[in-house]
């Protein structure tokens, strides 16, 4: 019988992402009937995603956990959990993350960015370099994760001075897709070897925001042990975004500690 659900919720589903890249309000009713008919855990998300964008995020988180309760899948307990650790509610986010691993891994492999996530944020020094290591020797991660896995490394490379190893990593990036987080590993190991030129050029290829951009300036800085560079950056930083501030200032102590 679930195979009949599936299709019949079919229709529903083409109907809401259709009218979802419109922005029409009829896609989440539509999506919603879809999840009901199929029962299909990413369908459940997408239609959160949905009303989030609708209705709002509190909308979105109330209706997670109400499914939570009623019709538990992986894909909402991860959805929940990563909403859940935005809004700092850190040990909410990681009952949430228990539950989705108990049910199995969800498809699209949410779970894993949502345990890096959660090391990053409340583990110990370290922890979420440590878990990233792991996760690299994994040959299932999906795209996302496997991004944001490699990123963390390159940049644990970058900022413990293993400057060889970072090269490898960020050229490795680049060799699979654009990457401007390896782009702006380059521009410092450039600075750093007094090549303004090829420096200009990975700097331009680092499509990113400005405070982006910035930011990962702050960390290449720190990276090459140009302190004062860095700290004139953070300057700037603190106009554009003081989140990203902060987060470059506890690194920027740290290696100012260290030297």
């Given amino acids: 019988m679930q195979w009949i659900g599936k299709l019949l919720s079919l229709p529903f589903l083409w109907l809401g992402q259709l009218t979802g890249m419109l922005k029409l309000p009829l896609s989440v009713p539509?999506?919603?009937?879809?999840?009901l008919l199929g029962g299909d855990g990413q369908v459940a998300r997408t239609t959160l995603l949905a009303i989030h964008h609708r209705d709002g995020l509190h909308a979105a988180r109330v209706q997670a956990a109400r499914w939570m309760e009623t019709s538990p899948r992986a894909e909402?307990?991860?959805?929940?959990?990563?909403?859940?650790?935005?809004?700092?509610?850190?040990?909410?986010?990681?009952?949430?993350?228990?539950?989705g691993q108990g049910m199995g891994k969800d498809r699209d492999g949410l779970l894993e960015l949502l345990e890096f996530g959660l090391a990053g944020q409340c583990g110990a020094t370290g922890s979420a370099t440590q878990?990233?290591?792991?996760?690299?020797?994994?040959?299932?991660?999906?795209?996302?994760?496997?991004?944001v896995i490699l990123n963390q490394l390159l940049w644990d490379a970058m900022l413990d001075g293993r400057h060889d190893e970072a090269r490898r990593r960020a050229e490795h990036l680049l060799e699979v897709e654009d990457?401007?987080?390896?782009?702006?590993?380059?521009?410092?190991?450039?600075?750093?070897?007094?090549?303004?030129?090829?420096?200009?050029?990975?700097?331009?290829r680092a499509k990113l925001a400005s405070p982006q951009k910035v930011y990962f300036q702050v960390l290449g800085n720190?990276?090459?042990?140009?302190?004062?560079?860095?700290?004139?950056?953070?300057?700037?930083?603190?106009?554009?975004?003081?989140t990203l501030a902060r987060n470059a200032e506890d690194f920027l102590q740290g290696k100012e500690s260290l030297a």
């Fill in 76 to 99: 909402i307990a991860v959805f929940a959990g990563l909403m859940a650790l935005g809004a700092g509610e850190v040990e909410l986010a990681e009952g949430f993350l228990a539950r």
């Fill in 179 to 204: 990457m401007p987080q390896a782009e702006m590993a380059l521009w410092a190991l450039a600075k750093l070897h007094g090549d303004q030129r090829r420096a200009d050029k990975h700097l331009q």
């Fill in 131 to 147: 878990l990233a290591r792991r996760m690299e020797q994994q040959r299932d991660l999906p795209p996302v994760v496997s991004r």
């Fill in 30 to 35: 539509l999506l919603r009937t879809a999840w």
């Fill in 222 to 242: 720190l990276a090459i042990r140009a302190h004062a560079d860095a700290r004139e950056l953070l300057s700037q930083l603190h106009s554009l975004d003081a």
